[in-house]
Structure formats: C-alpha cells, structure tokens
C-alpha cells in the first residue's frame, strides 16, 4: 500500500485522463504485435510503428492488437488516439497498481483483470487490460513477456473453437486463461501450506509463525481481486450489448462457476492458515509448558538436598554429626533416597508425561 501510494503522488496536480506510468519501472521496450484470423488463415504483424496498425487493418478478420509492456505512455497514447479509446481508459492502462475493472461505453468494453503466479513465497500479479470494440481486441499487458502465447499458437495451429469465432470469443479465451492461471496459483499455495503444516508438526518458530501471516495476508489480497473479478463475468453476462453474441453467455456461466469454485478454494485456504496458527500457538504453548514442567521438577528435586548441603555448610563450631565416622555416607544415602522417592512420587503424578 505504501508504495502504492508513493507512486499515485506522480499524478498530484495532472489533469484527470493524463497517461502516467505507475508500476514498476521497466528498461525492456515494449512489443506491438497485430494478428489477423479468420477461419481460414492467420497472420501476425510486428508493429514497430503504431501508424502501421491502420494499413493492416481490415473488417474482413478478426483483429488483435496485442502490447506487451505499458510503461511508454507516449505508444499507449498514440494507439489510443488510433482506436479512439478515452483518456480515462488510457489512464487505467498504465495504472498497474489498479483493481480489477468493467466498463461498458459506445465503442465497446474494458476490462482490466490480474494475472496471478507463486513462486513459493510471494504472490505476484500482472496487470492486464482487455478492449474489446467491434471485430478488434486490444490487449495491454503489463509484463513484457508473452503472457498470451499459448492462446496465439491455438491461433495459429487453428485448434479449438478461436479461428472460427468472433472477437468476443477471443476476449472469453483470453479471460479463460487468466482465471486457469488462478487454479495452478492456488494448487503451488496449497502445496506451500502442505509445507507449513509439515513444519508446525516437526519444530515451528517465531519464523513459522511469520511465513504463515505472511501469506494469510496474501491469500486475503487474493480474494479481493476473485471477488471483483467474479462481479466482472456477472455484468458480462447481464450485457445487452450487441458486441457479445448470445451464444457467449454459455461460456460466461462456464467462467462465471469457475471463479466462484475459486473462490471457495481460496476461503478454505484461509480458514486452513488461521487453523495451522492457532494450532502453531498451541504447539509453542505447549513445548513452554513441557519447560517449565522439566524445570519444576529439577527444582524440586534440587531443592531438599540445597537444604540439607546448606545446613552441613554453616561453620558452626558445635555439629556432633561432623564426629560420627559414617556421617558422610549416610547423608548421601540420604540424599539419594529423597531424589528417589522424589522421582517416584512424580510418575505416580504422571508429571513426565
């Protein structure tokens, strides 16, 4: 949040729809690709110059404007003057610090959505914003590499339903696929609290404890992005818009239950986490009290024969026991026969159990 907010002090003072970068920086230059398809070919055009978008595009194809990096505002800005996307929309492109969004205008949709990954240890999400206008898609991904590859090679290969589908078809599948990225993010966190369970059962720490509302934490910013992704498929599914096809809204529902199967699944992964802290705690407790315990009872084992050694150790001048021969053995025979019934008296408490 901090940093978040560091960064929003760019825009202090700038009219409202101006393009500022907030994100992370980024030296690696954006990528342009135009790809083309209908049921029968596919091209695909790196852009290096936006003003080649209007020589390559037709009606005849489906259109998909693909940029991968939106930390240049000046391309952001020329390929909205291009596809006559307002200042506002512009303004939410490169915001990638931006919740999930749906707006629905003249000129087609926009989406803004996360895409999710888990290295183990942090939750990270990429910044994607979808246009959809008609026959044209535009997407705008914040991370430089290909996050749609998979989606342009069944374009290319011709395989499933794509090639032979309109644009709002390709926007279903590009939302398909980020919400299928969710399930492999929540499979990798499950194994993680696998992780952790196996490490509050062998010897938990103040670290354990830590690794856990680290991503207890995490899990809750994740259901705040499902949760307003899944309002997002609802209003696409509640549109009226002559962009989507009704035969779209089959594929709506498909993806509408999905997220909401997610959803579940990140609720059950966060009662787990606050189960493993409490039973954390519980452990530590625990291993406190075993401690103390071991340590009352070497106290009080100790205890009767510090009197005795006490007593033997004033210097007084008049002790008839230092005179007797067998003093000595005797007062460790003693000794040795408290510590004994000592120890007796103990398990019979089951105190070492």
């Known amino acids: 949040m901090t940093k978040y907010l560091k960064r929003m002090v760019k ?11 907030i994100g992370p920086e980024k030296s690696d230059p954006p990528t342009v690709t135009l790809i083309q398809y209908n049921d029968q070919n596919a091209h695909f055009y790196p852009i290096h110059d936006v003003k080649d978008i209007v020589s390559y595009s037709d009606n005849q194809w489906v259109n998909w404007l693909n940029v991968q990096g939106v930390h240049d505002p000046t391309l952001i800005r020329d390929i909205g003057s291009i596809f006559n996307l307002h200042g506002l929309i512009l303004e939410d492109v490169v915001n990638t610090r931006g919740l999930p969004k749906f707006e629905e205008g003249g000129l087609g949709f926009f989406i803004v959505i996360k895409a999710i990954s888990f290295d183990g240890h942090t939750i990270s999400f990429d910044h994607i914003a979808i246009c959809l206008q008609e026959n044209a898609i535009l997407s705008f991904q914040e991370c430089t590499q ?7 090679d069944r374009i ?8 032979q589908k309109k644009a709002d078809y390709l926007m279903y599948a590009l939302f398909d696929y980020v919400i299928d990225t969710y399930f492999d993010t929540l499979q990798k966190i499950d194994v993680r609290i696998s992780e952790l369970n196996q490490e509050v059962d062998d010897f938990p720490t103040h670290d354990t404890l830590k690794r856990i509302q680290a991503l207890k934490k995490q899990i809750l910013a994740l259901k705040r992005n499902f949760w307003t992704t899944r309002d997002i498929v609802l209003l696409l599914k509640k549109s009226e818009s002559p962009l989507l096809s009704k035969k779209i809204g089959k594929y709506l529902t498909d993806l509408h239950e999905h997220i909401g199967h997610i959803i579940d699944i990140s ?13 954390h705690l519980a452990v530590i407790n625990l291993r406190s009290n075993d401690i103390t315990k071991m340590l009352t009872i070497v106290s009080s084992i100790f205890l009767p024969l510090t009197f005795v050694t006490g ?21 460790l025979i003693s000794m040795v026969v408290v510590v004994t019934l000592l120890f007796a008296f103990f398990k019979r408490k089951r105190w070492f159990e």
């Open 311 to 331: 007593v033997y150790g004033m210097n007084f001048k008049f002790m008839p026991e230092l005179e007797q021969p067998y003093a000595y053995p005797i007062l």
């Open 11 to 21: 825009k202090a003072g700038l009219p409202p729809g101006e393009v500022v970068h």
């Open 156 to 163: 290319q290969q011709k395989k499933g339903k794509i090639s």
């Open 267 to 279: 609720e059950s992964f966060r009662e787990e986490l606050i189960d493993l802290s409490e039973r």
């Open 146 to 152: 290909d996050t749609f590859k998979v989606i342009k």
